[in-house]
C-alpha cells in the first residue's frame, strides 16, 4: 500500500528557508498528483503547493513567489519537495504530503481530492 513519509520540518526565522521533502512507497510509476497541505492549530487544512505527473504544479496565492514544489527520485523512490523560501510566521503549521490518482486539469489544492496522506511534519517560524 501508499505510504508517505514527510521530513524536514522544524524552526526558522521570520525570512528564512525550509525544505521539506516526502519520499513515497509502494507507488513507484511516478504517475498521480501530489501535493502539500498544512493546517495550523484551530485553522482548516489548506492546500500549499500541487503537482502533476507532467510537472504541471499550482500554488496557493499565499506562497506564491516564496515557496517551490518539484518531484525527484532519492533512492529509486519518489521523492516531493517543498523549498520553503521567505518564510513568514503565518506559515508555521504542521505540513502534510498528499497523493491521488491522475487527474486531468490543473493539479488540485482541496483536501478532500486527495487519497493517501503522510503524517506531517511541523514548521514552525519565529
Known amino acids: 500500500h501508499v505510504q508517505l513519509v514527510e521530513s524536514g520540518g522544524g524552526s526558522a526565522q521570520a525570512g528564512g528557508s525550509l525544505r521539506l521533502s516526502c519520499t513515497v512507497s509502494?507507488?513507484?510509476?511516478?504517475?498521480?498528483?501530489m501535493g502539500w497541505f498544512r493546517q495550523a492549530p484551530g485553522s482548516e487544512r489548506e492546500g500549499v503547493a500541487a503537482?502533476?505527473?507532467?510537472?504541471?504544479?499550482?500554488?496557493a496565492d499565499s506562497v506564491k513567489g516564496r515557496f517551490t514544489i518539484s518531484k525527484g527520485t532519492t533512492n529509486t523512490k519518489q521523492t516531493l519537495y517543498l523549498q520553503m523560501d521567505s518564510l513568514k510566521p503565518e506559515d508555521a503549521a504542521t505540513y502534510y504530503c498528499?497523493?491521488?490518482?491522475?487527474?486531468?486539469?490543473?493539479?488540485?489544492?482541496?483536501?478532500?481530492?486527495?487519497?493517501?496522506w503522510g503524517q506531517g511534519t511541523q514548521v514552525t517560524v519565529s
Open positions: 509502494g507507488h513507484d510509476d511516478g504517475s498521480g498528483v
Open positions: 498528499a497523493m491521488r490518482p491522475l487527474i486531468s486539469g490543473a493539479p488540485p489544492l482541496t483536501s478532500a481530492q486527495y487519497t493517501f
Open positions: 503537482i502533476n505527473s507532467d510537472g504541471a504544479t499550482n500554488l
